[in-house]
């Protein structure tokens, strides 16, 4: 029999099109938020499922739908200000819990503080569950098993193509894409978790032919690979969504820890996300979406810098990725469970054939020639 699924957040853009990907594979989630007329108007439209009403940040609220081995999955962000009661309601439950979130200091904490709790409690936490940051943990994977003995470095690049005209990115990413952009992040450098400011590196990789800049940020790849590969002495993930600002947010990353110790100026960047995000709609252009690629790329160094493998992986644009791999995933962990408990990455929880199984199912797959 499988586990409930329940899922915060399917009123809004990324929450909605999970609960569509969830109801096209037949499961059954509990649509759970604070908005009953908009939670069974949801519901309605996907075929009549339950919904509940719960607050996302009232821990106890949210403890009271879900029990042992249940599936608890959250695309309710910013997460670092929203996301925390979820975690501790699935951890004291003993639920497998599952999240939306790009957010690197909200990933950090969940693989520091909370995964040692839900070993104790047997919960099974998978933040960053979607694009951010399946596929790049599956392309290292991937070509570290093909690279064998000797890898010591694997650089992993997110990249997207064919973006139409308008608005490519919900509110609820610009947020956090602008968060990021502000804060401190880390990278696995020298074989330990070291904090550096967001864009601290900068490098071009080979995407769709072209050269593409992209700068560090921080992952689930930092906490997935060097389990897999424990002589990776080097793990740095790049994000090259900025096209040649690429090169600006680099040399912005110079003076963020400065900017840091400046009275104010966390507020004053504060105010001007907001201001750019009330201007942004919920929904990103259809228009835009349409024509849009994915591309992921992880190549595996030895340490005289030799490149021992290369994986590229594409996919859809990034929403439908996100969707599919929560659905993906909470029906695989309500039906058969998952392989452990703690704070896990994909490959840990799946297996990587299985895990490279249900990402080909959600659309990413290995771009031509690779």
Same mark, same amino acid.
């Given at each position: 029999?499988?586990?409930?699924?329940?899922?915060?957040?399917?009123?809004?853009?990324?929450?909605?099109?999970?609960? &569509?990907?969830?109801? #096209?594979?037949?499961? @059954?989630?509990?649509? #759970?938020?604070?908005?009953?007329?908009?939670?069974?108007?949801?519901?309605?439209?996907?075929?009549?499922?339950?919904?509940?009403? #719960?607050?996302?940040?009232?821990?106890?609220?949210?403890?009271?739908?879900?029990?042992?081995?249940?599936?608890?999955?959250?695309?309710?962000?910013?997460?670092?200000?929203?996301?925390?009661? #979820?975690?501790?309601? *699935?951890?004291?439950?003993?639920?497998?819990?599952?999240?939306?979130?790009?957010?690197?200091?909200?990933?950090? &904490?969940?693989?520091?503080?909370?995964?040692?709790?839900?070993?104790?409690?047997?919960?099974?936490?998978?933040? *960053?569950?979607?694009?951010?940051?399946?596929?790049?943990?599956?392309?290292?994977?991937?070509?570290?098993?093909?690279?064998?003995?000797?890898?010591?470095?694997?650089?992993?690049?997110?990249?997207?193509?064919?973006?139409?005209?308008?608005?490519?990115?919900?509110?609820?990413?610009?947020?956090?894409?602008?968060?990021?952009?502000?804060? @401190?992040?880390?990278?696995?450098?020298?074989?330990?978790?070291?904090?550096?400011?967001?864009?601290?590196?900068?490098?071009?990789?080979?995407?769709?032919?072209?050269?593409?800049?992209?700068?560090?940020?921080?992952?689930? &790849?930092?906490?997935?690979?060097?389990?897999?590969?424990?002589?990776?002495?080097?793990?740095?993930?790049?994000?090259?969504?900025?096209?040649?600002?690429?090169?600006?947010?680099?040399?912005?990353?110079?003076?963020?820890?400065?900017?840091?110790?400046?009275?104010?100026?966390? @507020?004053?960047?504060?105010?001007?996300?907001?201001?750019?995000?009330?201007?942004?709609?919920?929904?990103?252009?259809?228009?835009?979406?349409?024509?849009?690629?994915?591309?992921?790329?992880? &190549?595996?160094?030895?340490?005289?810098?030799?490149?021992?493998?290369?994986?590229?992986?594409?996919?859809?644009?990034?929403?439908?990725?996100?969707?599919?791999?929560?659905?993906?995933?909470?029906?695989?962990?309500?039906?058969?469970?998952?392989?452990?408990?703690?704070?896990?990455?994909?490959?840990?929880?799946?297996?990587?054939?299985?895990?490279?199984?249900?990402?080909?199912?959600?659309?990413?797959?290995?771009?031509?020639?690779?």
């Amino acid at each position: 029999m499988s586990a409930r699924i329940v899922l915060f957040g399917a009123t809004g853009y990324t929450g909605g099109r999970t609960a &569509e990907a969830m109801a #096209a594979r037949g499961l @059954q989630p509990v649509l #759970a938020g604070r908005d009953p007329a908009r939670l069974a108007a949801a519901a309605e439209r996907l075929g009549g499922l339950e919904t509940a009403r #719960a607050d996302v940040t009232d821990e106890g609220s949210v403890a009271a739908l879900v029990g042992p081995g249940d599936v608890l999955v959250s695309t309710v962000g910013p997460f670092v200000k929203l996301g925390r009661p #979820a975690v501790s309601a *699935a951890v004291d439950a003993g639920a497998i819990y599952l999240d939306s979130t790009g957010e690197p200091p909200f990933i950090r &904490e969940v693989f520091e503080r909370r995964g040692p709790a839900a070993e104790r409690t047997g919960a099974t936490l998978l933040t *960053a569950f979607g694009n951010d940051y399946v596929p790049g943990v599956l392309a290292g994977a991937l070509a570290l098993r093909a690279a064998g003995e000797g890898a010591t470095r694997v650089d992993v690049g997110y990249f997207i193509t064919g973006a139409g005209r308008g608005q490519a990115f919900s509110r609820g990413t610009l947020r956090s894409v602008i968060g990021v952009a502000t804060e @401190q992040v880390y990278a696995w450098r020298d074989g330990a978790l070291r904090t550096e400011p967001a864009g601290a590196r900068l490098r071009t990789f080979d995407v769709a032919g072209r050269p593409r800049p992209g700068v560090t940020i921080g992952g689930t &790849e930092q906490f997935a690979l060097p389990r897999l590969a424990p002589g990776l002495r080097t793990a740095d993930v790049y994000l090259g969504w900025f096209g040649a600002a690429s090169h600006a947010v680099h040399l912005g990353s110079r003076v963020t820890p400065w900017l840091g110790r400046v009275p104010g100026t966390s @507020q004053a960047l504060a105010a001007m996300a907001g201001l750019l995000t009330r201007t942004a709609t919920e929904a990103p252009s259809a228009e835009a979406l349409a024509g849009m690629r994915s591309h992921f790329v992880a &190549e595996v160094f030895d340490d005289t810098g030799t490149l021992l493998a290369r994986t590229r992986l594409t996919a859809p644009e990034a929403y439908t990725i996100t969707a599919d791999l929560l659905a993906w995933g909470a029906g695989r962990a309500a039906e058969h469970g998952v392989r452990g408990s703690g704070a896990l990455d994909p490959v840990a929880a799946f297996g990587l054939d299985e895990l490279t199984a249900g990402a080909a199912a959600a659309g990413i797959v290995p771009a031509d020639g690779s």
